[in-house]
């Protein structure tokens, strides 16, 4: 499962519909975020190998990686 990189501001909804749920966000040491489903395990949605390298823990379902400059107002 890859993670897909935003680079422009996007909206909560939109970023709900990316990785199907509410969404929880993780600040990442070199300025991004990277943005799940908060309950992607309760869900029983597939880990995601990529994110939970780069989270440091296990991350499942889709993810998205937000530029700095794709923060949410």
């Not at 990442?28 to 869900?43: A, I, S, T, W």
Request: avoid cysteine.
């Amino acid at each position: 499962m890859s993670i897909e990189i935003i680079k422009e501001k996007t909206s909560l909804e939109e970023l709900q519909k990316k990785v199907g749920g509410y969404i929880e966000q993780l600040l990442l040491d070199d300025g991004r975020m990277l943005v799940f489903d908060e309950d992607g395990q309760l869900k029983g949605k597939m880990i995601n190998n990529d994110a939970s390298v780069i989270a440091g823990t296990p991350i499942a379902g889709p993810a998205v990686i937000l530029e700095p400059k794709a923060f949410l107002d």
